[in-house]
Each structure stands twice: as structure tokens, then as C-alpha cells.
């Protein structure tokens, strides 16, 4: 087995498309991107056999061993080590040259991440890559496992579920985020409200404390509407009200009022527009079209740029429905893609996933708190604040919470109960931006080497694992980024 013992903290590593070469192949690259139309693709035959197939799916080897062969500790065909939690350059045909760095994933089996040395006072804050460890916790592939917080409200600790590589991933390609499929295989398209029209709206006050403003409004709206305390609601249409985006429900006096507050302060009142739950990946409508583009507006910050690729779906017309590039980024809600359909929307449709990074992209990290692909921006953050949503970090809860849906949660989520017995409270795990709660600035999506033996003068966080009944020789990380508790304090430093 090739390992990496140890590495050298120092600049960006990036993996180059121009090193690829004929063979080794980077998770949405090589065989892994769709060929429709190419009467001469030559991948098939790199996973199927149309006569011989010794596995379902006519595939020739067991789905994880097959998976394993490129991608495993002795495997030559791809860049990535997903087993070892290492990153390799291409240095030829079915050949792995040096070594990279460590996967921003981590690992199945070992990881990188030197989860003992994490900084708060760093700027940025660091979590820095370490000596190679076993794992602690990781998504457990090809066997039973449970899906934590997966299922309906009093459903218990979770959902029984297999994860395979393909549950998560799209062999074949989609345009999506590390060819992420919209949703898991094992998952549930999450079902968020629909948009209510507004009858009357208007600020009730705002108050200040500990330097941060928040402002209250009295939302009216003309039907029953079926949005719920802690989730986010954007306003479209009011004139007035158009700026606040993302404002969390607080109260919810009956089926058509209810109270959201937000730190945009916007005086005024409107009785008119739209509310709708602020998805990122939600459509609220065609704004424009021509014989060049469509322009389309979202519930949320999209966190697009000029360049990327995105996959819609839901929409009528059904032309709508394909991979489009985006040729334009208006604002932070809106953006255009490059088609000559010249059609008016009949039925707006949404996202399907995540969109995926441009140009070159990063499978590796020098640090383990930064979690943004910073393709997406175009560069790497520096200061200590991240402010710069991006799709990838805008949508990724979502996606992680169609398997483990009832983990997602908005910002009162601390103090509002969810009538559920098991997670009745929960830290917020919806925020778009890099740096603030959401599924991926915790939690690695491989495997964690993260210790939680406690540190010295207690051991709280070795028995959390026994609430769900989990029973592991070594206490279970929850792929946790820091050791024991330390990632609540890479916030809170209480």
C-alpha cells in the first residue's frame, strides 16, 4: 500500500488537466463525463462487458472493488486515492507519479487531516494537513449503515442504508459538482414550500444588540402558506422588500401570517410580490430571454460565475431541461445561460445539484477548515472573514440533507423545538458562506482520522457515540474536522 506518511504545509496544490496525460483519470474527467453523440467512445469497455459481465449492470467486477481498482490504495487509473485519502500528479499511461497532497475528503480508510493541531487565532484559520492516521469515522461503503437524522420526524435515529460509490456519484458523468448525483441514490429530493403571494408586508422595528441589527416583519399572504419557524424566506416583487433575502420565520401566527426577521433594515410596507423558501438552487422566475440567453432569478445567493456549467430541470418548456454555461451573472440573484431557445417559461424549475467547478480544480487542501473550491471565485480567500458564497458551499447542505433530512436546520433552530424526540435542537446547519455552519464546514465527506479520547481532564466526547447505539472499539469522530469538540470552538473559542 502507497501512503502518505507526512506533508509539507505550503502553497496551493492544484491538480492540472494538462498533466492528465492518456489515462489516470480525475473523478469527473476520462471516463467519467458524458459522451452522447460520440459513435467512436471508447469508455464503455473500461467498466462493462455486454456478454461477460460477472456483476449487475453488466459490470465486470463488484461495484466497490471495481471502484477500488482506480481509485484504491493500489490503484493506477485515477489521480485520487480515496482509500488512503492521498492526491497523485499523472506521470503517464495507468501511472501515478508524485504525490500531490492530501483529499480535501480525506480517506475510507486513512486520512490526512491534523485534526490536533487546529488553529482559531490563524488567519485564515487552519486545520492543518497532518501525518497519515487511521480513520475514525467514515461513510461505510458496501455495507449496512444508517443515515443519521435520515426519515420523517419521530422516525428514530435514522435510515438503514448500503452506500455504494454510485449512491453518491455518477459513473457516466452529469455536469454536476464531483459528478454528484442531484440526489443520493438512498436519498429524497427535499420538498421545501411553495411560494405564497403577498397581501400586505411591513417592517415591525429593529433592534441592536451586540453590535448586530435585526429587524422584524408582519408577512401577510393572500392563501395558506406552508412555511415553518427557522426556515429562510426570500421577497420578490415588493418593490420595497426586494433586498432581504434569506430571512428566518420566527413566529407563525396562522396559515397566512407569520413573522421573519433579518439584518437587512428595510422601512415600509408592500402589499404585493412574493415569499418563497430561499433554496439557491430555486428558480422564482425568467426575468429575460432573446435569441442569445435566458436570464433567470433565484430564491437565494447562487454563488454562480461566468463560466461554470449548470444543470436545470423541472421546466416547461422542456428545452429548459439540459446542461446550459452561464454567459452572465447579473447579480447575486440572478443569471444568465447561453441558449438559442428564445422561449418564454411556462413552469420555472430549479438546479438539479450542484453546479460544477471551472477550469483547473482542486481535489487536494493545505487546509481542512477551508472547504470552498475556490474555482468558483477564481481565487483563494486569505483574510480571516469568508464572505464569498458559492454555489458549492450555497447548495451542499441541501444536498447532504436529502439522506439525512432532518438535519437541516435554520438559524433558531438552537432554541425553537422541532417535535422530533431524537433531534429536537440543533445548531444551524444552513448558511451559505464559507467559514459559517453548514454540513461541510464540520464534517469531511470520506472518512476522519479525528480523535475523540478526550483531552486529558475529561472524555465527554468518547461516549456521545453510544446515544445512537454505535459500539466501535475507538470512539466514533462523526467525521468531524477537529479533535473531540475542538470544531465548536473553531467558531465559539468559548
Known amino acids: 500500500m502507497k501512503r502518505l ?3 509539507v504545509v505550503g ?13 489516470p483519470a480525475f473523478a469527473d474527467n476520462g471516463p467519467h463525463v458524458s459522451t452522447s453523440g460520440n459513435m467512436a467512445v471508447d469508455r464503455c469497455a473500461g467498466c462493462h462487458r455486454a456478454h461477460t459481465a460477472t456483476n449487475a449492470y453488466l459490470l465486470t467486477q463488484d461495484e466497490t472493488v471495481l471502484c477500488q481498482s482506480c481509485h484504491g490504495s493500489g490503484g493506477t487509473g485515477a489521480s485520487s486515492d480515496v482509500m488512503d485519502g492521498v492526491g497523485y500528479a499523472i506521470s503517464g499511461v495507468n501511472t501515478r507519479g508524485a504525490t500531490l497532497g492530501a483529499l480535501r475528503g480525506g480517506g475510507f480508510n486513512f ?3 491534523g485534526s490536533g493541531a487546529a488553529s482559531y487565532t490563524a488567519s485564515p484559520k487552519s486545520v492543518p494537513v497532518g501525518t497519515a492516521a487511521a480513520t475514525t469515522s467514515q461513510h461505510q461503503i458496501g455495507v449496512p449503515g444508517t443515515a443519521w437524522g435520515g426519515g420523517a420526524n419521530g422516525s428514530g435515529n435514522g435510515t438503514a442504508v448500503t452506500l455504494e460509490c454510485t449512491s453518491c456519484h455518477d459513473p457516466h458523468g452529469n455536469g454536476n459538482y464531483r459528478i454528484l448525483r442531484p440526489v443520493p441514490t438512498d436519498g429524497t429530493a427535499l420538498a421545501f414550500p411553495s411560494p405564497a403571494t403577498i397581501s400586505a408586508m411591513s417592517q415591525v422595528g429593529c433592534t441592536v444588540a451586540s453590535g448586530r441589527t ?13 412555511f415553518k419557524v427557522t426556515q429562510p424566506v426570500t421577497f420578490y416583487g415588493t418593490t420595497t422588500f426586494d433586498g432581504i433575502i434569506a430571512a428566518t420565520v420566527t413566529t407563525v401566527t396562522d396559515a397566512t401570517h407569520f413573522v421573519a426577521s433579518s439584518s437587512t433594515n428595510v422601512a415600509g410596507s408592500a402589499t404585493s410580490g412574493s415569499v418563497g423558501y430561499a433554496d439557491p438552487a430555486g428558480i422564482a422566475t425568467q426575468t429575460a430571454f432573446d435569441a442569445t440567453s435566458s436570464t433567470f432569478k433565484t430564491w437565494n445567493l447562487h454563488g454562480l460565475t461566468v463560466g461554470q456549467k449548470v444543470v436545470l430541470s423541472g421546466f ?3 428545452g429548459y431541461n439540459a446542461i446550459f454555461t452561464v454567459s452572465a451573472v447579473p447579480s447575486t440573484t440572478t443569471f444568465s445561460i447561453a441558449t438559442t431557445l428564445n422561449a418564454a417559461v411556462s413552469a420555472v424549475g430549479k438546479i438539479s445539484g450542484i453546479p460544477d467547478a471551472q477550469g483547473t480544480k482542486v481535489y487536494t487542501t493545505t487546509n481542512y477548515w477551508a472547504q470552498d473550491d475556490h474555482n468558483y471565485t477564481g481565487t483563494y480567500l486569505t483574510g480571516a472573514t469568508y464572505t464569498a458564497p458559492t454555489a458549492f458551499i450555497a447548495n451542499i447542505s441541501q444536498w447532504c440533507t436529502t439522506c439525512h433530512t432532518r438535519l437541516l436546520a435554520g438559524s433558531s433552530s438552537y432554541k425553537t423545538a422541532s417535535g422530533d424526540a431524537t433531534f429536537m435542537y440543533m445548531h444551524r446547519s444552513n448558511n451559505g458562506k464559507e467559514g459559517s455552519p ?3 464546514q464540520c464534517h469531511v465527506a470520506h472518512g476522519s482520522n479525528a480523535s475523540m479520547a478526550g483531552d486529558g481532564a475529561t472524555s465527554y466526547s468518547s461516549t456521545v457515540q453510544t446515544e445512537f447505539g454505535i459500539n466501535k472499539a475507538a470512539p466514533d469522530s462523526f467525521l468531524l474536522r477537529v479533535d473531540n469538540r475542538g470544531t465548536c470552538n473553531m467558531c465559539h473559542n468559548k
Do not use: K, R
Not at 214 to 226: D, L, P, Q, S
Open 111 to 113: 486520512a490526512l487531516i
Open 438 to 440: 453548514n454540513c461541510i
Open 214 to 226: 435585526t429587524c422584524t416583519y408582519n408577512v401577510t399572504t393572500a392563501a395558506a402558506n406552508t
Open 5 to 7: 506518511a507526512s506533508l
Open 316 to 318: 416547461t418548456p422542456t
Open 11 to 23: 502553497s496551493a496544490v492544484i491538480l492540472s488537466f494538462g498533466m492528465m496525460g492518456a489515462a
